[in-house]
T-cell receptor, first 111, second 111 residues
Framework: DADVTQTPRNRITKTGKRIMLECSQTKGHDRMYWYRQDPGLGLRLIYYSFDVKDINKGEISDGYSVSRQAQAKFSLSLESAIPNQTALYFC??????????FGPGTRLTVT | RKEVEQDPGPFNVPEGATVAFNCTYSNSASQSFFWYRQDCRKEPKLLMSVYSSGNEDGRFTAQLNRASQYISLLIRDSKLSDSATYLCVARFRSNDYKLSFGAGTTVTVRA
């Protein structure tokens, strides 16, 4: 079984809809991250969490929110999806912040 | 200006060839550097860390030039399985040690 899982793997939604992307990990890491990847831009950090009570904004947090429900679970929400949030979203975990382990990604399309 | 910049390629090389490419970084408050590998539509995975003195891992050699603020990756005796996008990653003190990802360099090895 994969150490980092993401659901759903693919999602098509309409502008204005609320969407939640979920991430679970079995690695026992405290640090968890949400990134989005766009062609030509690389991975950009949306939010990160160093433990259950710690939530921090990344470089592109506007339009997103997160919830760290447990050490193993970190969810990303788009309160009102817009087309420029169409992207590939990755969750990652890390023990020290140096090596990060990524989930398989969620491909989100907002029409 | 992006913190980490890469030539997107693609670098198309025959099997057995040597291919090398660079990555530049703009933040001199650098801490550490890494190369991640990302296969098409898959999650990024750590390939190797980059040490100041340069380091090898099998057919892969990474170099760091702090004076000119670039790192390099060289792949010897290329295999078909080396076809991937290689992400240059930096970790800076000035941004709380978060990882900054380049957009990636695509390498295609042909038979």
């Amino acid at each position: 079984d994969a150490d980092v899982t993401q659901t759903p793997r693919n999602r098509i939604t309409k502008t204005g809809k609320r969407i939640m992307l979920e991430c679970s990990q079995t690695k026992g890491h405290d640090r968890m991250y949400w990134y989005r990847q766009d062609p030509g831009l690389g991975l950009r950090l949306i939010y990160y969490s160093f433990d259950v009570k710690d939530i921090n904004k990344g470089e592109i947090s506007d339009g997103y929110s997160v919830s760290r429900q447990a050490q193993a679970k970190f969810s990303l929400s788009l309160e009102s999806a817009i087309p420029n949030q169409t992207a590939l979203y990755f969750c990652a975990t890390s023990e020290t912040g140096v090596e990060q382990y990524f989930g398989p990604g969620t491909r989100l399309t907002v029409t | 200006r992006k913190e980490v910049e890469q030539d997107p390629g693609p670098f198309n090389v025959p099997e057995g060839a040597t291919v090398a490419f660079n990555c530049t970084y703009s933040n001199s408050a650098s801490q550490s550097f890494f190369w991640y590998r990302q296969d098409c539509r898959k999650e990024p995975k750590l390939l190797m860390s980059v040490y100041s003195s340069g380091n090898e891992d099998g057919r892969f050699t990474a170099q760091l030039n702090r004076a000119s603020q670039y790192i390099s990756l060289l792949i010897r005796d290329s295999k078909l399985s080396d076809s991937a996008t290689y992400l240059c990653v930096a970790r800076f003190r000035s941004n709380d040690y978060k990882l900054s990802f380049g957009a990636g360099t695509t390498v295609t090895v042909r038979a």
